[in-house]
């Protein structure tokens, strides 16, 4: 049967989704001695590890059944444990360690805003997802040391756009699995405020800048209850990685500034949680 574009546009599906989650990331950053990567190659670094968060995304999506989706998600979390590790050099490659901390990293949060355009394959029971993406994500680090009222803050904000695909695949009975692949291609800015560091401006002591490449995978399981509710489990894993060198930029409290390469950042995680949606039909 044909399927006319009149049709497509009579059957209108709205789908309103709540997915807590817990996820765990490792997330670190390393700087140069100087703007061209030298003296030494790598003077500072930072490593969270184990950054435990709780949250939830929210998210609403509309269907024009069999061509066109549109989909909008809200999603925060609260970190709830991890360390930080910051480690000084003074020879390349990473040797002669002059200083080398752990603290506690048990604050913070992280807020993602998602917009996604998307185009609707049927393919016999089997449906195919194509879309691009627009995506902003913003987190906040700590290095705490209440002995040392140490209580220092990193946020980074990341903006970028790409290109995705959700595999949906009923089998069963009431199940059904979804697989998402997501790439995009963003901006990485950051600010810091050392606040243990008197030479430092505050409450901004440095800036950070740098394109970075994004990966998201996701696994979904879930079952019908209704025919307007499902409930299911996920899990999921993210990471990004710099596609170049990008610049530190350093603010001290006499109005000076100083620049030096940002050689690195990066961040995988991982992440498992449970979903609920509801779906509302309008025909003509």
Partial sequence: MNITWKDSFSQVVLDYSLRPKVSRENFSWNIAGNSQGEKPNILSELLWKNNMRVGADLQLGIKLKRKFTAEITYGFAKTRSGIVTDIDYSADNRKGITSNETYDSDMGNGETFNIKLGHNVHMQRKELDIYAVMQLQKNSYFLIDKMEKLSSTYNNRILGAG??????????????????????????????????????????????????????????????LTNFLKIGVFTGFSSYNNIGKGIDKLYYNDGHISFTRLNEVKSHSISAGMSVLYSVYFKN
Wanted: charged share 20%; hydrophobic share 45%.
């Fill in 163 to 224: 290109i995705g695909a959700i595999f949906f695949l009923p089998f069963s009975g009431s199940f059904d699995f979804n697989v998402l692949f997501q790439a995009r291609m963003s901006q990485y800015n950051a600010d810091a405020n050392w606040n243990l560091r008197s030479d430092f401006a505050h409450p901004k002591s440095f800036e950070h800048d740098i394109p970075i490449l994004e990966w998201d995978n996701e696994v979904r399981l879930n079952y019908r």
